[in-house]
């Protein structure tokens, strides 16, 4: 775990060395510009791999979920919290948990995502068949793991 960071530590440092997996990305053009290496290590794509993956294919199945939580973020200026399933590189989806801050730089807005493995609170990765069943009460894929939340 990295300690506070001193005057001689760059923003650049933090998020390469950062042990959460971090993201940063343009989400209106459904864009990774960037990952650290804990992002490679949690989901196994390489840094250039991320760079031609679209966010809607690392979370194919939850995408309104995905997209009314970009926009909470963004409206309310504020970092927000969710559990989700992330498709890893081999197909698996993993649980986790996603804090998203959204920066507006006056004609672009751009994400920083801090994503966290919560396999261990909920099981083990999940499968494409474990999406195969949709909750329309709750209006989202129903995982085999939800009762253990």
Same mark, same amino acid.
């Given at each position: 775990?990295?300690?506070?960071?001193?005057?001689?530590?760059?923003? !650049?440092?933090?998020?390469? @060395?950062? /042990?959460? =997996? $971090?993201?940063?990305?343009?989400?209106?053009?459904?864009?990774?510009?960037? !990952?650290?290496?804990? !992002?490679?290590?949690?989901?196994?794509?390489? &840094? @250039?791999?991320?760079?031609?993956?679209?966010? /809607?294919?690392?979370?194919? +199945?939850?995408?309104?979920?995905?997209?009314?939580?970009?926009?909470?973020?963004?409206?309310?200026?504020?970092?927000?919290?969710?559990?989700? =399933?992330? &498709?890893?590189?081999?197909?698996?989806?993993?649980?986790?948990?996603?804090?998203?801050?959204?920066?507006?730089?006056?004609? *672009?807005?751009? $994400?920083?995502?801090?994503? *966290?493995? &919560?396999? @261990? +609170?909920?099981? /083990?990765?999940?499968?494409?068949?474990?999406?195969?069943?949709?909750?329309?009460? $709750?209006?989202?894929? $129903?995982?085999?793991?939800?009762?253990?939340?």
């Amino acid at each position: 775990m990295l300690g506070p960071p001193d005057a001689n530590t760059s923003l !650049a440092q933090l998020f390469e @060395e950062c /042990s959460d =997996a $971090v993201f940063i990305t343009d989400p209106l053009e459904d864009r990774i510009l960037d !990952a650290n290496p804990a !992002a490679s290590r949690l989901l196994g794509y390489t &840094r @250039e791999e991320y760079k031609v993956t679209p966010i /809607s294919q690392i979370h194919p +199945h939850e995408l309104p979920q995905m997209r009314a939580f970009l926009d909470g973020a963004l409206r309310d200026g504020v970092n927000w919290t969710i559990e989700m =399933a992330c &498709r890893t590189k081999s197909g698996t989806f993993l649980p986790t948990e996603i804090t998203l801050l959204g920066l507006d730089s006056g004609n *672009r807005v751009y $994400v920083i995502s801090l994503v *966290r493995d &919560r396999s @261990e +609170h909920r099981g /083990s990765c999940l499968t494409e068949a474990t999406f195969a069943a949709f909750d329309t009460e $709750v209006g989202r894929p $129903v995982r085999d793991t939800d009762s253990l939340t």
